[in-house]
């Protein structure tokens, strides 16, 4: 590819702070590996900026500015994050996260004097779109919808439809689902809704919910396949469905664009092309999802409500499995009770 565009889901920051809050953030050897990789420019429009708190969003943009590698989404003020980052002379990429939502909190949204994210709502979007040349178009990358989900939310699928309805909009992809959804196709354009995780490596993790990077590894540990608070450091492995994922080859000139499903291996950071029956089978689901979102709303949304409930009845009692592994069944029913009588008071 000319331009290798990806979306970094970490501040890159050296610094001591942290937030209080689940965290994923790297050191500065994260900027040699996406030299290595070639990568032109990252996305910052996302719900783990502020991991390393205000000086991490700093620190992260003065490394890939100092390594020429372009970023767009999130900046030290609100007209920063707001600035396109240009693939050509024709087309331009902007970022947005999501914020206010029960699925998508603690979300640092840039001010005139703050450093943050650039918001996702459509006023907000056709102002930025206002400001572009004539004739350009952009490209929107989005850090939308509920995570470990196949169906995306209803309202999301319109607000892609009626974006796509602009004719300065040329694609729209999404993340933060942390696995492969469809995508809209629509006025002859398309929104991806979620490319998953592409090359997101196993990590530790240390008590409560932040990411590790221990200098001495003990000689056993748990594991999850989860992402959850934990007692002492623990291994988080993804499943088979978060390391299967997308990339879009997107065509500025012709307009054409076609989807790639990759896996990440297991147990190392090596991502490879998808073959033989498992590349059929990922891309007829992906073709079945991308039906199921043209379906009316009073179709879809018991589909979706039921897939999210589903999903989460069955992730909290996997969660639980490893607490009472980790502390035992009293352990673990004592916190249950707890847990109902706060409610209750």
Same mark, same amino acid.
């Given at each position: ?103 998508? #909190? ?27 040349? +004539? ?16 169906? +995306? ?68 540990? +748990? ?12 291994? #988080? ?58 379906? +009316? ?49």
């Amino acid at each position: 590819a000319d331009k290798r565009i990806v979306n970094l889901e970490q501040p890159i920051s050296e610094n001591k702070h942290v937030a209080d809050k689940c965290t994923l953030f790297t050191g500065f050897f994260a900027i040699e590996q996406l030299k290595l990789l070639e990568i032109s420019a990252v996305n910052l429009a996302h719900n783990h900026i502020q991991d390393k708190t205000d000086e991490g969003i700093l620190e992260t943009i003065e490394h890939l500015d100092n390594a020429s590698i372009g970023h767009f989404g999130a900046g030290p003020d609100i007209f920063a994050a707001k600035e396109p980052h240009w693939i050509d002379d024709t087309t331009c990429i902007l970022g947005y996260c999501e914020f206010g939502r029960p699925y998508l #909190k603690q979300i640092q949204v840039a001010e005139e004097d703050s450093p943050g994210v650039n918001p996702l709502r459509y006023e907000s979007i056709m102002q930025d779109l206002q400001q572009l040349p +004539p004739g350009k178009k952009a490209i929107l990358y989005f850090h939308w919808g509920r995570e470990h989900v196949w169906l +995306p939310p209803h309202n999301d699928i319109q607000l892609a439809k009626k974006l796509l309805n602009d004719k300065r909009i040329a694609l729209i992809v999404g993340m933060h689902c942390h696995r492969v959804q469809g995508y809209i196709e629509h006025n002859g354009k398309r929104a991806y809704m979620s490319l998953g995780n592409f090359l997101f490596p196993n990590f530790f993790i240390q008590p409560p919910t932040q990411i590790a990077y221990p200098e001495a590894i003990p000689a056993e540990y +748990p594991t999850t396949r989860k992402y959850h608070s934990v007692y002492r450091l623990t291994y #988080k492995k993804w499943r088979l469905v978060n390391r299967i994922s997308l990339m879009l080859e997107y065509d500025i000139e012709n307009k054409h664009i076609r989807h790639i499903p990759v896996i990440q291996d297991d147990d190392v950071p090596q991502v490879q092309e998808l073959q033989g029956i498992k590349r059929y089978v990922v891309l007829l689901w992906i073709d079945i999802l991308s039906l199921i979102y043209q379906f +009316p709303r009073l179709v879809y949304t018991p589909l979706e409500k039921f897939n999210a409930f589903l999903f989460y009845k069955i992730w909290r009692f996997q969660i639980m499995l490893f607490h009472v592994k980790e502390r035992g069944l009293i352990y673990c029913v004592k916190r249950v009770c707890d847990k109902i009588k706060g409610r209750m008071s």
